[in-house]
């Protein structure tokens, strides 16, 4: 039997994730696979794992990246901390909260739900009630909502959290690289991301760091960790000074990851979420110059990941096929409540560039107007907001 050789084309990733991976990445890919315990290989893991606690910034000794995608993260971080009957306080005001939500029930827990509507953050005041209403240890929120656009403020709720020595957990997936996470300075107790994000490595990995706290309730589990593959007591014998086999790491993709860190490192995180900011910014001025509306007011955006509404009298799916037909860009569709309302467009890590705003605007003002919508020009508003 024989099948064709697969040639995928190059697309602009301009959606929810992967985004694009730079060529030093892919040819990192692309090096030879070792062993799994060839000291050559334990210590590119040795740099991963610097590199990583430079991006969370923290001194965590546990950070590594799980081998699996962002949801196996998640996984990590839930199926770990929480016990079974444990009350869990969960944070959903998008798709991701929800997924969190779903986890912790099918791991027994008992989740309550803090809502906010799709769009908006969640009242840090109705966080506090629940878990002060509660018995619950544990805290769970989304920073970076990539249904929605939303950037969830941190710091009060990890301040109340702290004050209650509960432990915090927060999905960093669409924000690790592209905005502040800070996890010492809030004094985070798992965090965890995805490669595919602000990191722009391809999908994969995902890094995870576990304070001492969380550890301690970890080691004083009555019930096993119910997921052998995730179990960070057993990972840790492998990632740590041990380094005694687990599972075999994807090491090819560890070679990628460690690279688009190098990437990150080289750049300096305050210069990368500068960055971030600022093509956001013309992307935002340049989308409301043509007069479209976004769902997120400007204060809650975020950076990563911008929410268009879709104009009335739009059909959604065709304008993004339209992008990727004519212009081999991708954008993503709402999820959930919001499918066929918004448009999601990622300017994540190597993706975030002022070329890249430039083009996406003319080609969405393009594709707009054969499209019937009478829109203005984005693309004088956004040049004008880089300052000419
Ligand atoms: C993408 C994403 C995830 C899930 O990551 P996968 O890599 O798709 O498994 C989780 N949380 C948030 C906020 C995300 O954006």
Redesign the pocket.
Do not use: C, I, N, W
């Given at each position: 039997m024989t099948i064709a050789e697969f040639h995928p084309p190059h697309r602009l990733l301009l959606g929810?994730?992967p985004s694009p991976v730079e060529d030093r990445v892919m040819r990192a890919l692309a090096a030879p696979t070792l062993g799994h315990l060839d000291p050559v290989f334990l210590a590119c893991m040795t740099d991963v794992q610097h590199l990583l606690r430079y991006v969370f910034e923290t001194q965590n000794r546990v950070t590594f990246p799980v081998s699996?995608?962002?949801?196996?993260?998640?996984e990590a971080a839930l199926a770990n901390l929480l016990e079974p009957d444990e009350e869990v306080i969960i944070g959903i005001h998008?798709?991701?909260g929800e997924?969190?939500y779903e986890m912790a029930t099918r791991l027994g827990a008992r989740p309550i739900r803090v809502e906010a509507e799709w769009g908006r953050p969640l009242d840090e005041q109705a966080m506090k009630a629940a878990l002060d209403r509660s018995r619950a240890r544990v805290v769970c929120v989304?920073?970076?909502?990539?249904?929605t656009g939303v950037l969830q403020p941190i710091e009060p709720i990890a301040r109340w959290v702290a004050e209650r020595e509960g432990i915090l957990i927060v999905?960093?997936?669409?924000?690790l690289g592209g905005h502040p996470v800070g996890v010492d300075r809030h004094g985070i107790g798992v965090c965890?991301s995805?490669?595919?994000?602000a990191l722009s490595c391809p999908?994969g990995l995902?890094p995870i760091t576990f304070s001492e706290s969380a550890l301690e309730k970890v080691r004083r589990r009555k019930t096993p960790v119910p997921n052998w593959y995730l179990d960070v007591s057993l990972i840790e014998r492998y990632w740590g000074s041990e380094r005694c086999y687990h599972h075999t790491a994807p090491i090819n993709m560890n070679y990628a990851l460690r690279e688009a860190l190098r990437i990150v490192a080289e750049e300096g995180l305050e210069a990368r979420w500068r960055r971030h900011e600022r093509n956001a910014r013309a992307l935002w001025a340049g989308l409301e110059a043509m007069g479209l509306e976004l769902l997120v007011p400007r204060e809650h955006r975020l950076w990563t990941?911008t929410t268009i509404r879709v104009p009335e009298g739009v059909e959604d799916g065709r304008v993004r096929a339209r992008l990727l037909e004519e212009f081999n860009i991708e954008i993503g569709g709402g999820l959930g409540p919001l499918r066929g309302k918004i448009w999601r467009v990622g300017l994540m890590g190597a993706g975030s560039t002022r070329g890249n705003v430039l083009l996406f605007l003319s080609a969405l003002e393009s594709v707009l107007r054969r499209e019937g919508v009478r829109c203005g020009s984005g693309v004088s508003a956004a040049v004008e907001a880089y300052g000419g």
């Open positions: 929810p994730g699996g995608t962002g949801s196996a993260g998640m998008g798709f991701f997924r969190m989304v920073h970076a909502e990539t249904s999905d960093a997936v669409t924000s965890y995805g490669s595919q994000k999908p995902a990941l």
